[in-house]
């Protein structure tokens, strides 16, 4: 038998309580039960990164877990980021370098480009491959959203001097 | 796809995660990370009736180094291995082999007990276990087990792990003086499942190996460890000599095909591997030059 269970979370700084089904994973409570369809559902098996959320603030894939997993938890979203300004100059950044096309791929993207951009890390252009290589964008080509991550680390490490 | 339903339970202690396992045999699931797991479940491939989940068991987190052993926790993380101090002085090995798994999000969330446990012969860490000679402490009603990490790895996706136990730590050997080690795999892309790909522990004596572990993987179904490795210890080491190697590797090897590569072709590039292996910690780039025979 399965029954619900109650969870009790923070999703971008608010605090939500919930009953789900164990087979609810964190990607669909977020779409269907809190209406934040900003997180992507491509692959559904931890391939594409479209579904990437912060827990605790640190990136996963919302796909890979239950929703009964994040409880006591702090959640964040890409409209949590895309609210707070956290990530207003990489979003202008990829608007300038048109490194979003149709876009599916694009919350994925600046969830796991903001994770490496807050490290401070020198701008390197094989490392922000080899950080973004979990997530699949169809249209850019890659090129563009490299560029776009690249530029914004030159332009935070210049704020900081 | 999503998950067929199962009914959940948080384990609140390691005898509640194992009174469950005993309850519910191998119609229960040990949820530990979930990054081979829930894919699994997603893409229907197994439906558990109910999920056991030991996130929550801090006591089965953590690296700590007593003696000659390091200690690491089943529910320590790709990330915690990947940063740990201790881990990067005493098993140099698996610091590198790390970077190597999946990608920043999904190595947030997988756990090295996870990926013992679920065995895939593609994974990076069963071969470090067996390079490192390490021992997998599994717990059950009855008691611990020690098994060599040699003996654990028994086919695809299966293990000496019964349904009814919970592995709970592995202890590794702090690295000896004198050690060195390789790790490469070819994949198609940094993160994705390695085609083919090697890790060795080594003990070097001057120019030659006083002992040498090289375990390959994604080449069988489980790790394996190389027996040719014995024609290289206490051996002054010419073309010849791993020419030899070289030979006995291939045919103790019995890789499968699938769309990722053939048999062959996986035979081929263990047999590169190897040879890049000796050859660079030996820093004698004349055995690299005309590639393996």
């Known amino acids: 038998m399965t029954v619900p269970v109650q969870i009790s979370l923070a999703v971008n700084g608010e605090r939500v309580d919930a009953q789900v089904l164990p087979r609810l994973n964190l990607a669909d409570f977020l779409r269907e039960h809190l209406q934040l369809t900003g997180t992507h559902v491509g692959c559904e098996h931890g391939v594409c990164g479209a579904c990437t959320v912060r827990v605790n603030g640190e990136i996963v894939r919302s796909c890979l877990m239950l929703a009964v997993q994040t409880h006591g938890t702090s959640v964040q979203t890409i409209e949590g980021l895309s609210d707070s300004g956290e990530i207003s100059d990489l979003q202008a950044a990829f608007r300038d370098r048109n490194a979003l096309q149709c876009g599916f791929c694009t919350p994925g993207m600046l969830m796991a480009a903001q994770d490496w951009l807050k490290q401070g890390a020198a701008p390197d252009r094989q490392r922000i491959r080899e950080h973004l290589s979990g997530n699949y964008c169809r249209c850019t080509g890659y090129q563009a959203i490299i560029d776009a991550v690249e530029t ?7 704020r900081k001097s | 796809m999503k998950a067929s339903a199962f ?11 194992l009174e469950l396992l005993a309850a519910h045999g191998d119609k229960a699931k040990v949820l530990s990370g979930g990054q081979s797991l829930m894919p699994a479940m997603n893409l229907r491939l197994i439906s558990p009736e109910l999920i056991v989940d030991i996130g929550e068991l801090a006591e089965l987190r953590g690296i700590a180094v007593a003696g000659n052993v390091v200690k690491i926790g089943a529910l320590t993380r790709h990330v915690d291995l990947l940063r740990s101090p201790e881990v990067a002085a005493h098993a140099p090995l698996l610091t590198e082999a790390t970077a190597h798994i999946a990608h920043p999000a999904i190595r947030n969330r997988g756990t090295i007990g996870g990926s013992l446990a679920h065995a895939d012969p593609a994974s990076e860490l069963p071969a470090c276990m067996v390079a490192l000679n390490a021992t997998i402490i599994v717990r059950g009603q009855d008691g611990e087990r020690r098994i060599a990490a040699e003996d654990f790895f028994t086919g695809i996706y299966e293990t000496a792990l019964s349904a009814r136990e919970l592995l709970v730590a592995v202890e590794l050997p702090v690295a000896r003086k ?30 030659s190996f006083a002992d040498l572990r090289l375990v390959f993987f994604a080449a069988a179904d489980r790790p394996v460890l190389a027996r040719a490795a014995n024609k290289l210890v206490d051996v002054t080491i010419t073309p010849a000599t791993l020419a030899g ?30 040879v890049r292996c000796v050859s660079l910690l030996l820093g004698r780039a004349d055995l690299n030059a005309g590639g393996p025979v």
């Open chain 2, 245 to 274: 190697a070289s030979m006995a590797l291939g045919e103790q090897l019995d890789p499968l095909d699938d769309q990722q590569a053939s048999a062959s072709m996986r035979r081929h590039l263990a047999k590169v591997l190897m």
């Open chain 1, 152 to 158: 914004t680390a030159r332009a935070r490490m210049g």
């Open chain 2, 7 to 17: 009914s959940y339970a948080r384990a609140t202690s390691v005898g509640n995660a």
């Open chain 2, 178 to 207: 004198n050690s060195a080690h390789f790790f490469h795999e070819f994949a198609r892309r940094h993160g994705d499942y390695a085609v083919v790909g090697l890790a060795a522990q080594a003990i070097m004596a001057g120019d």
